[in-house]
């Protein structure tokens, strides 16, 4: 029976209900009682005053409780369920911290050998060094340099001979690999460098490091997820489904071993991550096991004519890489859940590779991110879904969700690398090689079988992808890739979104002419889903149509996108931005097509040694780049690090064959506007390695800022009577410099008939009010960021402005770019007329603003 706050005394007579109505007894409940109150909680945990009387009314056996002993029962029921949960909680971080804590006294051991193994060699080295320095022999200092180099390069083991045609052959090449797999996961086999910023605790990805000084790159993971060995295993060897650069994964046969284990010949092939590389393929050996311990084991490695093995199948347009023995170990968890071990090693083959691009196949940390941590985070993914940790909205089972994005994923490097046996031929250049039109006239394999409509037009011609490659400069990948998400509008054509969207639909548009922002558009974001770790969104891009004349109206029906952005955190080291989107219908089904394009931005690792590469942003002349290209003795880097990635952008379109020449010049001339677009948004985000006194440059088609604000100023003076900076200066670099950091927001506008007025110019004040950069001005209109209140205000006082000159207009609130809003005390408006008194401008200072 159940105790509640009350007591019943169980005395009879007058005492009786005044002991069961006082607050400090206890009252006893009968198992039937109980369990009638158990039934109204579990369907209501907080019953109204009306339900306990109702409740009271309905079930007899509750007629002799009071209805404020019923409700001290469910508070007390509530009280319990609240502290069981904090107990499991607790328990389960318990756990965590349990198994993290081995994790770490187990690294703390690997170090510890680490260090005394690397305290031994010191001392053999400097013995060494001393007995060289008492002789005169040269060459025992050189096989001391070698021996000591050999000690870090982690040479290969030679193995004995043995018939690895064999299944007994192969099973000692499995031992071998499983030993060295264990060596480098759990050993001091490879001199592992933790990577910055991957925090060991419960909640993080792990412990993640990468290699030094070894043959190839090499990156090691380990960490906990709730999920059972068996489960994540069988995840694990599904690489496919995790591994976003790997293209198809072949087991060709599989061999059951004596011991329960089980040996399996396994082809894969990876894209390649730019347009200047050929993609890789691997063939090895994998061996699946368990150990005395009960941990699953599942290691690979490349079968090459050192270790011995049948002979993988050959392959064209495709470089073969090695895998050294790498994989994954997996230890149950007291209490549930599993401890993983992930190793990575793989030799890209770098110097079939542009030395210019060598860094994205020389670097761990690029390893680690696309592949090791890919699979923990995968992993952690399926735990916390599987445990109901994680909501979607929109009804769309995570399953789902997954498929889309990996359909994008697999889209965009399909369209990027262009593989012949897909269907892709290269298209006649126009003369100039920046831009690569390839052609591919399987419509089936991009649209799926159960929407081939379009395949069934006799004029329908297939996809064309039009694709570049470029070298940029000082910007971070994460700001750059960012930047390109938020302001759509900076680089997008309307037209061509309009052309992509007709896609959809049995017959498409007109060809239309590229140029960049034909038609001005709005875009808005509805998040679908984002991975534990946010570092990557999937969501569904409305942009909203405008039309400015009736010939336009076809042009301004929203359309939509399905877009995947991933790495904008700008603080993750290695790892690659990219923005892929696909234009789909209104019903947007889960089997949808999607034909996807976009951009993907891989950082080089910078290097210290040598001349720095040019600063050009063509990946072309970089390519060819000789001593010439370097910077002159009297230019100073005026940064520490040279940051320097790879863009590769890629857009696909359908088109029809009476078409097919139109939507190629369309393509070639709007990826070549596109180029020019990150350019110019490149030069002006990159981060700047001066003092503050630095002014901004003008934006193209504008005068020059000197000018500008010299007539900004000019104009204030005239119109107003007073000056707009404390101290006027005959130096035009002081008034714009002045004009720069003025504490009130200063904006200009451009005044056209027929036409919204769009930003042009803001100061730094400016730019913070509005939340923007200098070059997403463009994007934003002044009808916009005023409120209602203020555009009937400007409409009553434009006609003021325009003959008097200026006009001051009250205090109130507007919104930033971000939708935030800002309230400000006064506002003033004037006219911005150049040399020959023409008009130019229209000018705004937001005076005392904040954000409310």
């Known amino acids: 029976m159940a105790l ?46 009306l339900r306990r009387q109702q409740l009271i009314r309905e079930c007899p056996i509750l007629a002799n409780i ?56 010191n001392g053999y080295m400097r013995q060494q060094l001393h007995t060289v320095s008492t002789t005169t022999t040269d060459t025992s200092c050189d096989s001391v340099v070698m021996s000591g180099q050999q000690q870090q390069q982690n040479p290969t083991p030679q193995h ?52 030094r000084n070894c043959s190839g790159v090499a990156a090691r993971a380990c960490g906990l997820v709730s999920l059972e060995p068996t489960k994540v295993a069988e995840i694990l060897k599904d690489r496919l489904s995790w591994f976003r650069d ?16 089980t040996i399996e010949l396994v082809y894969m092939q990876i894209y390649a991550p730019t347009t200047l590389a050929s993609a890789r393929d691997f063939w090895t050996l994998r061996y699946i096991t368990s150990l005395e311990d009960g941990s699953l084991v599942i290691c690979e490695r490349s079968l090459t004519s050192s270790t011995g093995g049948p002979t993988g199948p050959p392959a064209t347009c495709f470089v073969r890489a090695e895998m050294l023995p790498s994989g994954y170990l997996i230890r149950p968890c007291e209490g549930g859940g599993s401890i993983i071990h992930i190793v990575d090693h793989i030799d890209f083959d770098a110097s079939s590779v542009p030395e210019v691009l060598r860094p994205l196949y020389e670097s761990s940390k690029i390893l680690a991110q696309k592949m090791t941590m890919a699979a923990l985070r995968h992993i952690r993914q399926i735990a916390q879904e599987t445990n109901g940790e994680i909501q979607y909205t929109g009804g769309r089972q995570p399953t789902v969700l997954r498929a889309l994005s990996q359909r994008l994923c697999r889209g965009f490097n399909d369209a990027v690398n262009g593989f012949v046996d897909d269907g892709w031929s290269i298209m006649g250049s126009d003369g100039v090689e920046d831009v690569t039109i390839a052609i591919n006239s399987s ?77 001005p558009s709005s875009q808005v974001i509805l998040p679908l889903a984002q991975t534990v770790e946010h570092e990557e969104f999937l969501e569904v891009v409305r942009l ?28 993750t080291s290695g790892a690659c931005a990219q923005l892929v989107f696909a234009p789909i219908d209104e019903s947007f089904g889960d089997d949808a097509p999607v034909l996807p394009s976009g951009f993907r931005v891989i950082p080089l690792e910078p290097k210290s040694d040598g001349p720095t590469a040019t600063r050009t942003l063509d990946l072309a002349s970089a390519l060819e780049v000789g001593h010439s290209g370097a910077r002159s003795g009297g230019e100073a880097d005026t940064s520490n690090q040279n940051f320097r990635s790879v863009l590769t952008i890629a857009f696909q379109f359908t088109f029809e064959n009476h078409y097919r020449d139109s939507v190629a010049a369309m393509a070639r001339q709007y990826v070549r506007s596109i180029v020019g677009s990150v350019q110019r948004v490149a030069m002006a985000i990159a981060p700047s390695q001066l003092s503050s006194q630095m002014v901004p440059k003008p934006l193209p088609g504008s005068p020059e800022a000197v ?92 006609s003021k402005i325009m003959q008097q000159g200026f006009a001051y207009l009250p205090g109130g609130v507007c919104v930033s770019s971000m939708g935030r809003p800002v309230s400000y005390e006064q506002a003033v408006a004037w006219k911005v007329v150049n040399d020959e008194d023409a008009n130019h401008c229209l000018a705004f200072m937001f005076m005392n603003w904040s954000f409310v």
């Open 707 to 798: 000018t500008l604000a010299r007539w900004i100023c000019r104009s204030y003076r005239v119109h107003t009577g007073g000056e707009l900076l404390q101290a006027d200066s005959s130096a035009g670099d002081a008034v714009l410099k002045q004009l720069w950091h003025h504490t009130d927001a200063i904006m200009c506008c451009s005044v056209r008939m027929n036409a919204s007025a769009v930003f042009t110019f803001a100061n730094q004040a400016g730019l913070d009010m509005l939340e923007t950069t200098l070059v997403a001005l463009q994007d934003i209109m002044l009808e916009k960021i005023l409120d209602e209140a203020g555009r009937k205000i400007l409409l009553s006082e434009f």
């Open 246 to 261: 790997c293209r198809c994964l072949d087991v060709a046969s599989a061999i059951p071993t004596g011991n329960g284990g």
């Open 66 to 121: 009071e209805p404020k002993q019923i409700k001290v029962w469910f508070q007390n029921r509530r009280c319990r369920e609240k502290q069981r949960k904090e107990a499991s909680r607790l328990q389960t971080v318990n756990r965590k911290l349990t198994a993290m804590n081995k994790l770490l006294m187990e690294e703390n051991d690997r170090l510890q050998k680490q260090v005394s193994q690397l305290v031994y060699e």
């Open 443 to 519: 419509p089936s394999k991009f649209l799926g079988s159960q929407y081939n409509n379009l395949s069934m037009l006799p004029t329908f011609g297939g996809v064309l992808c039009a694709r570049a490659s470029m070298l940029l400069q000082n910007v971070p990948p994460a700001l750059l890739v960012r930047f390109l998400r938020e302001h759509r509008s900076e680089w997008a054509d309307y037209g061509v979104d309009v052309y992509s969207a007709a896609s959809l639909k049995a017959s498409p548009y007109a060809v239309p002419c590229a140029k960049l922002g034909g038609f």
């Open 160 to 211: 004995p001979q043995r018939d690895a045609n064999s299944p007994a052959g192969l099973l000692a090449i499995a031992e071998e690999t499983l030993t060295e797999f264990l060596g480098k996961a759990t050993g001091t086999a490879v001199d592992w460098v933790q990577m910055i910023g991957m925090k060991p605790g419960p909640d993080s990805i792990g412990i993640v490091a990468v290699s």
């Open 4 to 49: 509640s706050m009350h007591r019943d005394s169980n005395s009879s007579g007058s005492n009786s209900k005044q002991q069961q109505m006082d607050p400090s007894k206890y009252v006893r409940y009968t198992p039937e009682q109980v369990e009638a109150l158990e039934r109204v909680y579990a369907e209501c945990p907080k019953p109204s005053s």
């Open 544 to 571: 909203e149509g405008h039309a400015f004349s009736p010939e336009d109206i076809a042009l301004s029906r929203d359309m939509y996108l399905l877009q995947l952005c991933s790495g904008i955190d700008e603080t």
